[in-house]
């Protein structure tokens, strides 16, 4: 009874704060209902005996989400509304339905037929942790680790592209030698 | 599930609740107090017995005080935002074994809410969140200072989020699980963590000092144009609940370090359960005498500190660690 009591209530948090994100204009809402709905979406993993997935869910959203807040902030005054350029909002609830109604649809196929069958059953015995460590490690590896080298090249192109002046520290140099500095920026 | 184990776990939450909001009023005495003796001043001393009386006479001033949400804000985020680091604060305290298990009257009660088997990813995602509180706050106030000590806040936590991972991950290396409960049981045969690993154990030290938001990484209060960051349109009750967040972090976060690296309650005899009590009250008693003792860092030392030496020394931890295991 929990369970059900736990699902319903999440489910309509969930939803509640996605729909908050979609329809709102004012950027530091809709930023902070996706935050909310991400970290609401855990609690489904937390019923589902999933609780790896769950803290996971928590950590890497609540840390993807503190992304786009700095974008929030320098692109726009938060404190204020938006004016979005909206011209068909017909056109867009019929495109946004469709999708959901598609999704829906290749969900709830397989249910329908009956031939629903977990290619990686719940072992006795072992903590989900393990579990996801034996198939990131064996089934998955080179997946894994092109994610990984993915990650890495991303994380050196950024590091070249914000690197280029990172050996002028300003902090110390005295006043004198800042003003030099951009002057000669100035005049370069 | 059986009506004994949801009456349990609510007594238990009550419990922690409350014992650990009153925790963090005293924590303020103890703050004031132990400040002014290394200051040599005495602190609170008018109401009350050694100003005893002084924690309620701050919560009769709080919970009184007109809450004002000023002008220009934005005012659901602006109300919202101390809840957030209260409330996150008291729920990762939820996989944290305060005590060893003991038995009342033939009934088992293990102190802890929910020994979820990844009770420490838990804990340490659940704080992690905990910085949406000082960050929705600085943003939602229509004020300069508070929007940048929100930014400089959150760009300490998440690069100190990087260290507490990378830290904890050569003692979890050893162990093999993420329970608490398990961490703890594995420092009962052998030494403390810490023993093995004094690298890890130093780092996690460091770091809890930036997730916490204590001086020396004192950051979000923006100390360096006398404002009080992204407090600084708060007042009242709401002003307060930052501050209960903050104390109830010192402390899950001292029951943390405990428990990983200082044997935490050991084999659960009564001594092992009042030795915990006793390293906890020691680390809170740390931030305090930090606080006393050093000042602030400057942003970029301390961006410094973070990327190009206790990172580099966390990853070279792992590694030695890892290699350890292995031959």
Redesign the interface.
């Known amino acids: 009874?929990?369970e059900a009591i736990a699902f319903y209530l999440f489910a309509f948090l969930t939803i509640a704060m996605f729909w908050i994100t979609v329809t709102t204009k004012?950027a530091?809402?809709a930023l902070?209902a996706l935050?909310a709905g991400m970290?609401f979406i855990s609690a489904f993993f937390?019923i589902l005996g999933a609780?790896?997935m769950g803290?996971?869910q928590?950590?890497v959203y609540?840390?993807a989400v503190?992304a786009l807040?700095?974008f929030?902030?320098m692109f726009f005054d938060?404190?204020r509304e938006l004016h979005e350029k909206n011209p068909s909002s017909t056109l867009v609830f019929l495109l946004g339905g469709m999708a959901a109604l598609l999704v829906v649809i290749m969900v709830s196929a397989p249910i329908v037929s009956g031939s629903i069958e977990a290619a990686y059953p719940i072992i006795e015995g072992i903590?989900?942790?393990q579990a996801i460590g034996m198939v990131l490690f064996t089934k998955y590896l080179v997946p894994f680790e092109v994610a990984a080298v993915m990650l890495l090249v991303a994380m050196i192109a950024g590091i070249i592209m914000a690197g280029k002046k990172m050996d002028i520290?300003y902090?110390e140099m005295s006043e004198e030698q800042i003003d030099e500095k951009l002057d000669a920026e100035v005049i370069a | 599930?059986e009506t004994s184990y949801l009456i349990e776990t609510i007594i238990k939450i009550v419990t922690i609740l409350l014992v650990f909001s009153a925790l963090a009023g005293l924590g303020t005495y103890f703050e004031r107090k132990v400040l002014a003796f290394m200051q040599r001043r005495l602190g609170p001393m008018m109401v009350g017995p050694y100003g005893l009386a002084q924690v309620a006479a701050d919560g009769i001033k709080l919970f009184t005080k007109e809450d004002i949400i000023p002008t220009?804000?934005?005012a659901?985020?602006f109300k919202?935002a101390p809840v957030i680091t209260a409330a996150t604060a008291f729920m990762a305290a939820a996989a944290i074994p305060f005590m060893p298990s003991f038995t009342i009257g033939g009934y088992t009660v293990n102190p802890i809410v929910s020994d979820?088997?990844?009770g420490i990813?838990?804990v340490?995602?659940?704080m992690?969140?905990g910085?949406?509180g000082p960050?929705?706050g600085g943003?939602?106030s229509?004020n300069k200072f508070s929007?940048l000590s929100a930014?400089r806040g959150?760009a300490v936590f998440?690069s100190y989020?990087v260290i507490t991972g990378l830290s904890l991950l050569a003692p979890l290396m050893m162990v093999g699980?993420?329970s608490l409960i398990d961490l703890n049981n594995f420092q009962i045969e052998g030494q403390w963590m810490a023993v093995y690993q004094p690298v890890a154990f130093v780092l996690f030290w460091i770091a809890g000092f930036a997730e916490t938001g204590r001086t020396p990484f004192h950051l979000v209060a923006n100390d360096h144009e006398i404002i009080d960051g992204f407090g600084t349109e708060y007042s009242g009750m709401r002003w307060g609940l930052f501050f209960i967040g903050e104390y109830a972090n010192m402390f899950f976060y001292s029951f943390l370090l405990a428990i990983i690296f200082l044997g935490g309650f050991g084999d659960g005899s009564v001594f092992g359960a009042f030795a915990l009590l006793g390293k906890v009250a020691f680390f809170f008693f740390f931030f305090l005498w930090t606080r006393a003792a050093w000042p602030d860092v400057?942003p970029?030392q301390l961006m410094w500190l973070c990327w190009k030496v206790l990172m580099p020394l966390a990853v070279i931890n792992i590694v030695i660690t890892g290699f350890v295991l292995m031959f």
């Open positions: 009874m929990f004012h530091l809402y902070t935050a970290i937390f609780d790896f803290v996971i928590i950590i609540s840390g503190m807040y700095a929030g902030m938060t404190t903590g989900n942790t520290s902090s | 599930m220009n804000v934005v659901r985020i919202i979820i088997n990844v990813l838990y340490l995602g659940v992690a969140v910085l949406y960050l929705l943003m939602a229509a929007l930014a959150a998440i989020e699980s993420l400057r970029d």
